[in-house]
């Protein structure tokens, strides 16, 4: 089956700019969490969705914002860009209680 | 705050001997635990998890071993293999918060043939 699918793999952008990033997760994964990878800082947890409603928030500011679709589908957006967001994007989808399946992620550059 | 944290950015080790990667947590309310592995230019890949009704799991070369009262945890490798050397997280979840993952900095583990 397939995996969780994330786009686009790589991004640029300019400060005061916005940007949404793309998941589709596992079909049958209701779940779908983000995290923002950077180096020395491990995955921090941005937030989760499941049947379409934020379930789990993480300590970002609100720049930071994500929805999810009916097919579970999951988009991300980063609002006025700002030089610190520069980081991979990582979205994992679960069953319920279960672990995580992460995709390849999105390497976002903010210039 | 960084609720787990693993304190060693890096560890070398030989091929065919182990490899120790350790974790420290603070919440005591954590009762899940899993490892992941990642590589350059891909998402983490499951490794094994333990839940804290155990002490010890084990999945082929991998054992996970958990110590709660020192709320430490820590991932055995025997034999380690050059095919192991990527970056190691440990995560961490809460009793019915499943998927709300904490996440150490990761190890990089470098194993030499």
């Known amino acids: 089956k397939a995996g969780v699918t994330q786009t686009p793999r790589y991004l640029i952008k300019t400060r005061g700019q916005q940007v949404t990033l793309s998941c589709s997760p596992i079909s049958g994964h209701r779940s779908v969490s983000w995290y923002q990878q950077t180096p020395g800082q491990g995955l921090q947890f941005l937030f989760e969705y499941f049947s379409e409603t934020q379930r789990n928030k993480g300590n970002f500011p609100g720049r930071f914002s994500g929805r999810q679709f009916s097919n579970s589908r999951s988009e991300m957006n980063v609002s006025t860009l700002e030089l610190g967001d520069s980081a991979l994007y990582l979205c994992?989808?679960?069953?319920?209680?279960?672990?995580?399946?992460f995709g390849s992620g999105t390497r976002l550059t903010v210039v | 705050d960084q609720q787990v944290k693993q304190n060693s950015p890096s560890l070398s080790v030989q091929e065919g001997r182990i490899s120790i990667l350790n974790c420290d947590y603070t919440n005591s309310m954590f009762d899940y635990f899993l490892w992941y592995k990642k590589y350059p230019a891909e998402g983490p890949t499951f490794l094994i998890s333990?839940?804290?009704?155990?002490d010890k799991n084990e999945d082929g070369r991998f054992t996970v071993f958990l110590n709660k009262s020192a709320k430490h945890l820590s991932l055995h490798i025997v034999p380690s293999q050059p095919g192991d050397s990527a970056v190691y997280f440990c995560?961490?979840?809460?009793?019915?918060?499943?998927?709300?993952?904490?996440f150490g900095s990761g190890t990089k583990l470098n194993v030499k043939p």
């Open positions: 333990i839940s804290s009704i155990k």
């Open positions: 995560a961490a979840s809460g009793r019915g918060n499943f998927n709300k993952f904490y």
């Open positions: 994992a989808s679960s069953l319920e209680g279960g672990g995580y399946t």
